[in-house]
């Protein structure tokens, strides 16, 4: 079975501080592991995946296999960064495509 | 805009009825996904369909059915519905199975 666990449900932290957002998986096989972004009242927005290894609005998330983990991380939060933030896990395996999602963990940025 | 759309956006019925949530893909998209939001199970995967094809079920209800239509849009269908089927309706699409999934605006159903 394949399972994301996002531990904080909320998270708060000063403009300018450094963001960490925890996700942890299990997968069997080789997954592919994505962070979606919701922002209010907006529908879900791709903000990273593992195997692009881009940085997104200062954002990144290194795929940790040993602990099983892609936390995303910003040095320096800013207050447009406040949203909900969905970690997510895709299979590789034909028929496994879909997204299983963590439950997600709301960051507010305190001005 | 990723270009995913959903009608209706609201959608308040009683407990008992049938409706039809729609979804039409990003022009190209072969790949179209259906997720459930709610607040007690978070975000589930309901079920994909790949080319008109059902690629994949989730935690679907054999109340609940979709298709994916020649023209590549998809209704999902709900009936004899419950109150617990309140909830944020979320369809997705891909060019291949492999691809980023876009998401559309969600349709908000409420089951009075």
């Known amino acids: 079975a394949q399972r994301v666990t996002q531990p904080e449900k909320l998270l708060s932290v000063f403009k300018g501080a450094p963001v960490e957002l925890k996700c942890n998986y299990s997968?069997?096989?080789?997954?592919?592991l994505f962070w979606y972004v919701q922002y209010s009242r907006q529908r879900l927005q791709l903000l990273l995946r593992h195997i692009s290894r881009e940085s997104i609005k200062g954002f990144t998330a290194d795929l940790n296999k040993g602990e099983t983990s892609f936390h995303l991380k910003k040095p320096f939060a800013q207050e447009e960064d406040s949203a909900m933030y969905y970690c997510a896990l895709s299979g590789s395996n034909f028929g496994n495509e879909k997204l299983t999602f963590g439950t997600g963990t709301r960051l507010t940025i305190i001005p | 805009d990723s270009g995913v759309t959903q009608t209706p956006k609201h959608l308040i019925t009683a407990t008992g009825q049938r409706v039809t949530l729609r979804c039409s893909p990003r022009?190209?998209?072969?790949?179209v996904y259906w997720y459930q939001q709610s607040l007690d199970q978070g975000l589930q995967f309901l079920i994909h369909?790949?080319?008109?094809?059902?690629?994949a079920k989730g935690n679907i209800l054999e109340r609940f059915s979709a298709q994916q239509f020649p023209d590549l849009h998809s209704e999902l269908n709900l009936s004899s519905l419950e109150l617990g089927d309140s909830a944020l309706y979320f369809c997705?699409?891909?060019?291949?199975?492999?691809?980023?999934?876009?998401f559309g605006p969600g349709t908000r159903l409420t089951v009075l």
């Open positions: 369909y790949y080319n008109g094809e059902e690629r």
């Open positions: 997705a699409s891909s060019a291949t199975s492999h691809n980023e999934q876009f």
């Open positions: 022009s190209g998209d072969l790949s």
């Open positions: 997968y069997s096989g080789s997954p592919e």
